[in-house]
């Protein structure tokens, strides 16, 4: 078929279609670069047959490089929000010109993602463990902390978000990359401290290696040893293993006092905006 070469640029990082507003109007999609987004006017030439005419009708720059998903379309206007690690801004006129309203976002931490509600009055950006909710006007085209609900923490690190309702999204929740480089498939269990090995296996201590060992003990009390001197018994360990698994092998990792087993680190949770409160449900998701 035939091509239509609309730009050429350095780096291109996503293409996004706007949502379809009324038949007879033009297309837009906006094309994502590295600091930057322009938007471009689509549609059939009168004239000429097959001939698709090309036009910007708008550009943005931004300090920080856009996230990986930058360019978010309201459901039903033209309207686009772009996303970088630290601003939110939304393009409210993109037909026109590149004028945009900034969100107050309250707090230091670094945006990762964000989704508009299907009834399109709600820009829902995720920080870390919480959704930053803000209403958007058309009138006055303003965005404004939501009133009774401006953030709401779901309790875990957010890695997507998706609109599922008309005031509904639903978030996908997992640990932060240095804990889950800590997981490891195996036998979870808790480890003694080297004190409590020693005084297992029936070790004497003289009275300095006992003042020696209390000053140690009141320093390191919060963390945990592998014992260096004398074996730990696994006995029971082993006898619950071979009943589920006659391998001779057995893996075996510290428990993780975050996850648990580390099964339970990854969850979809869904939130729902009403009226003056705000509900969610938890689904695990099994793994990592």
């Known amino acids: 078929g035939d091509t239509n070469v609309i730009g050429q640029f ?9 949502p379809l507003c009324c038949s ?34 708008c550009e943005m720059s931004e300090p920080f490089p856009l996230l990986s998903q930058g360019c978010v379309w309201h459901p039903k206007l033209d309207i686009l929000a772009v996303l970088t690690k630290r601003d939110t801004s939304v393009l409210f006129s ?33 920080i870390g463990s919480a959704l930053h909710s803000y209403i958007w006007n058309d009138i006055h085209k303003s965005l404004v902390a939501c009133s009774f609900c401006p953030i ?8 997507a978000i998706e609109a599922t309702g008309e005031a509904q999204v639903a978030v996908a929740t997992e640990l932060p990359l240095d804990k889950l480089c800590g997981l490891n498939a195996g036998i979870a269990f808790d480890l003694p401290t080297e004190t409590e090995a020693m005084q297992g296996h029936g070790s004497h201590m003289s009275d300095d290696d006992s003042l020696l060992e ?13 014992p260096s001197s004398g074996p730990l018994d696994l006995t029971h360990l082993l ?8 391998s001779p092998l057995i893996h075996l990792r510290r428990r993780d006092t ?18 003056k409160v705000t509900t969610t449900r938890k689904v695990s998701i099994p793994g990592i």
């Open 94 to 126: 993109v037909r026109v010109d590149n004028r945009r309203i900034k969100a107050d976002i309250k707090g230091s931490g670094l945006i990762h993602c964000a989704c508009w509600t299907k009834d399109g009055t709600r820009l829902v950006v995720a």
């Open 24 to 57: 007879d109007s033009p297309a837009l999609l906006a094309v994502q670069h590295k600091k930057h987004v322009t938007v471009w006017q689509l549609q059939l030439s009168a004239l000429e047959q097959n001939k698709l005419l090309c036009t910007q009708t």
């Open 239 to 246: 006898a619950r293993h071979r009943r589920s698994d006659p």
């Open 152 to 159: 709401f923490d779901v309790g875990g690190y957010i890695c």
């Open 10 to 18: 350095e780096h291109v990082f996503g293409l996004f279609w706007g």
């Open 214 to 226: 209390s000053r140690r003990k009141s320093f390191e009390s919060e963390r945990s040893y592998i």
């Open 258 to 275: 975050v996850t648990g087993s580390g099964q339970d680190s990854s969850h979809l949770i869904l939130v729902t905006y009403e009226r």
